[in-house]
């Protein structure tokens, strides 16, 4: 089996050392990047399955590169953070990234959070490779990871995408909060339901932005969220 390619991104040499010593026995090539421009130097001329991110970096932090990266891919990013404020942590989500790690961590859960997007990535391509929805003015295509709302583009993350893919992959099933943070983020992942609320607040804006003229996302009261399907008008 190929090994999957990592991108470590941190300005700290002891720390990109200790995540190739505590990944040095699993499937991965891994790549380093002193700071945020030459991560992104290197993320334009190769293909990497997972990215690595420190946040606090100097002249372009982990922030920014996380923007600059989701403008044009969707590689899976685990954010590395010594910050524990939720306010920074729900940032990084709400910019496209798809899990985070709080510094210092134990090499098992380091491990454990990179199989954990290797897999989910994996499993996720290969259950719904070349399969499109499609709605009243909306059109959900999982291979090209996009969403269409009248023919435009309306510029979701990854995650924002697998949300509403997962959603609209099961109309008028209710999701809860917890059901959706496990399936899209894992179960290892901390417990907050405004990371739910605030991806599905951005996917209404920027579908209402591209003038979809109704709400596929349903809010169920107390509970979750359901996907109400809108057939396309023969």
């Given at each position: 089996m190929k090994?999957?390619?990592?991108?470590i991104v941190d300005d700290e040499w002891n720390m990109r050392n200790l995540i190739k010593i505590y990944l040095k026995k699993e499937n991965v090539q891994l790549t380093e990047a002193?700071?945020?421009?030459?991560?992104?130097?290197?993320?334009e001329k190769n293909g990497f399955d997972l990215i690595l991110l420190d946040i606090m970096m100097p002249d372009m932090s982990g922030w920014e590169v996380c923007k600059e990266v989701r403008k044009a891919r969707d590689i899976p990013i685990l954010m590395l953070t010594a910050r524990t404020d939720v306010k920074d942590i729900?940032?990084?989500?709400?910019?496209?990234?798809?899990?985070?790690?709080?510094k210092p961590f134990a090499p098992e859960e380091l491990i454990a959070r990179v199989?954990?997007?290797?897999?989910?990535?994996?499993?996720?391509?290969?259950?719904?490779a070349n399969r499109s929805l499609s709605f009243k003015d909306l059109t959900i295509d999982f291979e090209s990871r996009t969403v269409l709302v009248n023919g435009e583009p309306a510029g979701l993350t990854p995650k924002e995408f697998e949300l509403l893919y997962l959603l609209a992959t099961h109309p008028k099933r209710?999701?809860?909060?917890d059901m959706l943070i496990e399936r899209i983020w894992g179960p290892e992942h901390f417990r907050d339901d405004r990371t739910v609320d605030t991806h599905v607040k951005n996917i209404r804006e920027k579908i209402r932005n591209k003038n979809l003229s109704y709400d596929p996302i349903q809010t169920v009261w107390g509970v979750g969220y359901q996907f109400e399907r809108i057939e396309t008008e023969e």
């Amino acid at each position: 089996m190929k090994p999957y390619k990592l991108l470590i991104v941190d300005d700290e040499w002891n720390m990109r050392n200790l995540i190739k010593i505590y990944l040095k026995k699993e499937n991965v090539q891994l790549t380093e990047a002193r700071n945020g421009k030459e991560a992104l130097s290197f993320i334009e001329k190769n293909g990497f399955d997972l990215i690595l991110l420190d946040i606090m970096m100097p002249d372009m932090s982990g922030w920014e590169v996380c923007k600059e990266v989701r403008k044009a891919r969707d590689i899976p990013i685990l954010m590395l953070t010594a910050r524990t404020d939720v306010k920074d942590i729900v940032r990084g989500l709400n910019g496209g990234a798809d899990d985070y790690l709080t510094k210092p961590f134990a090499p098992e859960e380091l491990i454990a959070r990179v199989n954990a997007l290797l897999r989910r990535t994996k499993k996720m391509d290969k259950a719904n490779a070349n399969r499109s929805l499609s709605f009243k003015d909306l059109t959900i295509d999982f291979e090209s990871r996009t969403v269409l709302v009248n023919g435009e583009p309306a510029g979701l993350t990854p995650k924002e995408f697998e949300l509403l893919y997962l959603l609209a992959t099961h109309p008028k099933r209710v999701y809860t909060r917890d059901m959706l943070i496990e399936r899209i983020w894992g179960p290892e992942h901390f417990r907050d339901d405004r990371t739910v609320d605030t991806h599905v607040k951005n996917i209404r804006e920027k579908i209402r932005n591209k003038n979809l003229s109704y709400d596929p996302i349903q809010t169920v009261w107390g509970v979750g969220y359901q996907f109400e399907r809108i057939e396309t008008e023969e």
